[in-house]
């Protein structure tokens, strides 16, 4: 099946900083999605992205679908960014597999 | 308009009892999913679904099983609960083509 690398695993911020977290998958796909897992479990939406470039306030996206990575981006981080970022890919809506994430944690 | 809603949010079992995982979206959503969460690791998929009366078997499927009757329900059932079942659970629906996936709150289970 397909795999799906996050890098990096941890990532700790002062608030206001900017990061950049990657996800690598080994094989074409017609989906990928970022998520925000809250310190309380919830999964959210961010982006739905399995090509070219999204931005949502202070988060954008991209994903180049060829070279098989995506990148999220967080500009001025604030300690409500903290939580576990997943990156999911797959070739259908209803079959995701998932990286095992970035904790992030962004400290006051 | 609730999006996808799973009950119960918390379910202590005994070994070997059995329970149903309950899921309902109200998107009139085409496809439907479920996966466990283990810590320190990314969600699995356990079996979905492409329509009402259509089911599938993802990663992890043994020790559970599924059915949808309707399209807005799709229920997950442990038939004899098990310590290695122990995990969060997501309830998942989308539709074909646009959009991605839209996930349940969890639910947390754990089997003593």
């Known amino acids: 099946g397909i795999q799906v690398e996050q890098s990096p695993p941890d990532l700790i911020l002062q608030e206001g900083a900017n990061s950049t977290l990657r996800c690598n998958f080994s094989?074409?796909?017609?989906?990928l999605q970022w998520f925000h897992q809250n310190p309380w479990g919830q999964l959210i939406n961010l982006f739905y992205?399995?090509?070219g470039t999204k931005q949502n306030g202070r988060l954008s996206a991209t994903t180049v679908a060829t070279e098989r990575y995506s990148l999220l981006y967080i500009s001025s981080s604030q300690t409500t960014d903290s939580g576990v970022y997943f990156c999911a890919v797959g070739g259908s809506n209803y079959k995701l597999t998932f990286g095992k994430g970035t904790l992030l944690t962004v400290n006051p | 308009n609730a999006g996808v809603t799973q009950t119960p949010k918390f379910q202590v079992l005994k070994t070997g009892q059995s329970m149903t995982l309950q899921c309902a979206q109200d998107?009139?959503?085409?496809?439907m999913s479920w996966y466990r969460q283990d810590p320190g690791m990314g969600l699995r998929l356990i079996h979905y679904s492409v329509g009402a009366g259509i089911t599938d078997q993802g990663e992890v499927p043994n020790g559970y099983n599924v059915s949808r009757s309707t399209t807005e329900d799709f229920p997950l059932r442990l038939l004899s609960a098990a310590p290695s079942q122990t995990s969060v659970y997501f309830c998942a629906s989308s539709r074909p083509g646009w959009g991605g996936a839209f996930f349940g709150q969890g639910t947390r289970l754990t089997v003593v």
């Open positions: 094989d074409s796909v017609n989906n």
């Open positions: 998107m009139n959503h085409e496809y």
């Open positions: 992205i399995p090509s």
